[in-house]
Nanobody
Framework: QVQLVESGGGLVQPGGSLRLSCAAS????????MVWYRQAPGKQRELVAA???????NYTDSVKGRFAISRDNAKSTVYLQMNSLKPEDTAVYYCKAERAGWGGEEYDYWGQGTQVTVSS
Protein backbone atom coordinates (compact mmCIF):
# COMPACT_ATOMS: atom_id res chain seq x y z
CA GLN A 1 0.00 0.00 0.00
CA VAL A 2 3.05 2.25 0.32
CA GLN A 3 5.73 2.58 -2.30
CA LEU A 4 9.07 4.26 -1.64
CA VAL A 5 11.29 5.69 -4.35
CA GLU A 6 14.83 6.70 -3.43
CA SER A 7 17.26 8.93 -5.26
CA GLY A 8 20.49 10.82 -4.72
CA GLY A 9 23.06 8.08 -4.25
CA GLY A 10 26.31 7.97 -6.13
CA LEU A 11 30.07 8.25 -5.98
CA VAL A 12 31.68 11.05 -3.99
CA GLN A 13 35.17 11.83 -2.72
CA PRO A 14 35.94 11.88 1.01
CA GLY A 15 34.78 15.15 2.53
CA GLY A 16 32.08 15.59 -0.07
CA SER A 17 28.33 15.73 0.30
CA LEU A 18 25.26 13.95 -0.99
CA ARG A 19 21.56 14.34 -0.36
CA LEU A 20 19.33 11.29 -0.45
CA SER A 21 15.60 11.56 -1.05
CA CYS A 22 12.84 9.05 -0.40
CA ALA A 23 9.36 9.78 -1.69
CA ALA A 24 6.40 7.77 -0.43
CA SER A 25 3.24 7.19 -2.41
CA UNK A 26 0.07 5.18 -1.96
CA UNK A 27 -1.51 4.95 1.49
CA UNK A 28 0.75 7.56 3.05
CA UNK A 29 -1.63 8.48 5.88
CA UNK A 30 -0.75 7.17 9.34
CA UNK A 31 2.94 7.02 8.51
CA UNK A 32 4.63 7.79 11.80
CA UNK A 33 8.39 7.32 11.57
CA MET A 34 10.59 7.49 8.52
CA VAL A 35 14.01 5.95 8.87
CA TRP A 36 17.26 5.65 6.95
CA TYR A 37 19.27 2.44 7.28
CA ARG A 38 22.49 1.39 5.64
CA GLN A 39 24.26 -1.87 5.01
CA ALA A 40 27.95 -2.08 4.21
CA PRO A 41 29.53 -5.16 2.63
CA GLY A 42 29.91 -7.94 5.18
CA LYS A 43 28.07 -6.03 7.89
CA GLN A 44 24.61 -6.00 9.40
CA ARG A 45 22.09 -3.39 8.41
CA GLU A 46 22.20 -0.48 10.84
CA LEU A 47 19.95 2.44 11.60
CA VAL A 48 21.42 5.74 10.47
CA ALA A 49 18.77 8.34 11.22
CA ALA A 50 15.09 8.47 12.09
CA UNK A 51 12.50 11.20 12.12
CA UNK A 52 9.08 11.05 13.74
CA UNK A 53 5.92 12.57 12.35
CA UNK A 54 6.24 15.44 14.82
CA UNK A 55 9.79 16.21 13.73
CA UNK A 56 11.88 14.61 16.48
CA UNK A 57 15.10 13.09 15.13
CA ASN A 58 17.69 10.53 16.20
CA TYR A 59 21.07 9.61 14.73
CA THR A 60 23.56 6.86 15.18
CA ASP A 61 26.71 8.14 16.87
CA SER A 62 28.95 7.74 13.85
CA VAL A 63 27.00 10.28 11.78
CA LYS A 64 26.10 12.87 14.40
CA GLY A 65 27.16 16.32 13.32
CA ARG A 66 27.60 15.23 9.71
CA PHE A 67 24.19 13.94 8.61
CA ALA A 68 20.80 15.62 8.89
CA ILE A 69 17.43 14.00 8.37
CA SER A 70 14.35 16.02 7.48
CA ARG A 71 10.90 15.43 6.08
CA ASP A 72 8.31 17.25 4.04
CA ASN A 73 4.96 15.82 5.06
CA ALA A 74 3.12 17.62 2.28
CA LYS A 75 5.29 15.78 -0.23
CA SER A 76 5.52 12.57 1.83
CA THR A 77 9.27 12.75 1.37
CA VAL A 78 12.18 12.22 3.73
CA TYR A 79 15.69 13.51 3.07
CA LEU A 80 19.13 12.64 4.34
CA GLN A 81 21.75 15.35 3.91
CA MET A 82 25.19 13.78 4.22
CA ASN A 83 28.20 16.05 4.70
CA SER A 84 31.87 15.38 5.42
CA LEU A 85 31.51 11.91 3.99
CA LYS A 86 34.03 9.25 4.93
CA PRO A 87 34.97 5.99 3.21
CA GLU A 88 33.33 4.11 6.06
CA ASP A 89 30.01 5.67 5.04
CA THR A 90 30.09 3.52 1.92
CA ALA A 91 26.98 1.33 1.96
CA VAL A 92 23.63 0.70 0.40
CA TYR A 93 21.21 3.13 2.01
CA TYR A 94 17.59 2.10 2.53
CA CYS A 95 14.52 4.15 3.37
CA LYS A 96 11.83 2.69 5.62
CA ALA A 97 8.37 4.02 6.39
CA GLU A 98 6.56 2.81 9.50
CA ARG A 99 2.79 2.92 9.15
CA ALA A 100 0.24 2.22 11.87
CA GLY A 101 -2.68 -0.02 11.01
CA TRP A 102 -6.19 0.62 12.22
CA GLY A 103 -5.85 -2.08 14.88
CA GLY A 104 -2.61 -0.68 16.29
CA GLU A 105 -0.33 -3.00 14.37
CA GLU A 106 2.81 -1.71 12.68
CA TYR A 107 3.64 -2.08 9.00
CA ASP A 108 7.09 -1.45 7.56
CA TYR A 109 7.73 -0.48 3.95
CA TRP A 110 11.20 -0.44 2.43
CA GLY A 111 12.73 1.34 -0.49
CA GLN A 112 14.86 -0.42 -3.04
CA GLY A 113 18.15 0.88 -1.67
CA THR A 114 20.61 3.30 -3.21
CA GLN A 115 24.37 2.88 -3.35
CA VAL A 116 26.59 5.48 -1.72
CA THR A 117 30.30 5.10 -2.41
CA VAL A 118 32.87 7.38 -0.78
CA SER A 119 36.26 6.91 -2.40
CA SER A 120 39.14 8.88 -3.83
Amino acid sequence: QVQLVESGGGLVQPGGSLRLSCAASGSVFRINDMVWYRQAPGKQRELVAAIRSGGSVNYTDSVKGRFAISRDNAKSTVYLQMNSLKPEDTAVYYCKAERAGWGGEEYDYWGQGTQVTVSS
